[in-house]
């Protein structure tokens, strides 16, 4: 049973351009949350998406926005990149129930030069 | 403020000697509490869920127990194996999302 998968691995982008992250949940998990971390720091809440509609959103600016498609897999579009945006993106899959945990792809790790 | 604070940032062991990780939080309703145990390039990794003030799980030389103000990682006679980060994270009532510490470092040497 394949666990969260997310795509690329690495990617290596140039301050002001727009890059596009994948995930696919873990099998039966029907609500995706994206993440961010920074060096050294624990994850932060970006958005989490659940029938397709983002249910709830963190501290970021509109330059992060998501999609989940019917499959439940989703994406995370960034625009206008930063430096600051330098970080492991982390999805994460859940069932729908509240209290079900959080089950964390491998990341992808973002550079921003 | 931070919701979730942990301590020590890190912490260097030897193989077999016991220690514990501290989580402490400040949220108004608690619907559960989170640790999670990650290594270097990987995504983190579920270890525990606690709901209720004096609450404890168990695995293999894990332990971890919860107070209203709270959460120790209890860890008995580790092995190098266990070295990694260890992450808390909270979750609020009405909520589902998770609001994470920043982690403890641990390093166990053989």
């Known amino acids: 049973d394949a666990g969260v998968t997310q795509s690329p691995t690495h990617l290596i982008k140039t301050r002001g351009q727009q890059v596009t992250l994948r995930c696919s949940p873990k099998?039966?998990?029907?609500?995706v949350s994206w993440y961010q971390q920074a060096l050294g720091q624990g994850p932060q809440f970006i958005f989490q998406?659940?029938?397709?509609?983002?249910?709830q959103r963190g501290n970021f600016p509109d330059r992060f926005s998501g999609h989940q498609f019917p499959n439940y897999s989703s994406e995370l579009n960034v625009n206008a990149l930063l430096l600051g945006d330098s970080a492991l993106y982390l999805c994460?899959?859940?069932?729908?129930?509240?209290?079900?945990?959080?089950?964390f792809g491998n990341g992808t790790r973002l550079t921003v030069t | 403020e931070d919701q979730v604070t942990q301590s020590p940032e890190a912490l260097r062991l030897q193989e077999g000697e016991s220690s514990s990780l501290n989580c402490s939080y400040t949220v108004s309703g608690l619907r559960g509490l989170f640790w999670y145990r990650q290594d270097p390039g990987k995504g983190p990794e579920f270890l525990f869920t606690l709901y209720s003030a004096g609450e404890e799980k168990e695995k293999e030389r894990l332990k971890a127990t919860l107070t209203k103000k709270e959460s120790f990682l209890h860890i008995t006679a580790p092995k190098p194996e266990d070295s990694a980060t260890y992450l808390c994270a909270v979750q609020e009532s009405g909520y589902s999302t998770l609001t994470f510490g920043k982690g403890t470092m641990l390093l166990v040497s053989p």
């Open positions: 099998s039966g998990h029907d609500t």
């Open positions: 998406y659940y029938e397709e509609e983002e249910r």
């Open positions: 994460a899959s859940s069932r729908t129930a509240y209290n079900s945990p959080l089950h």
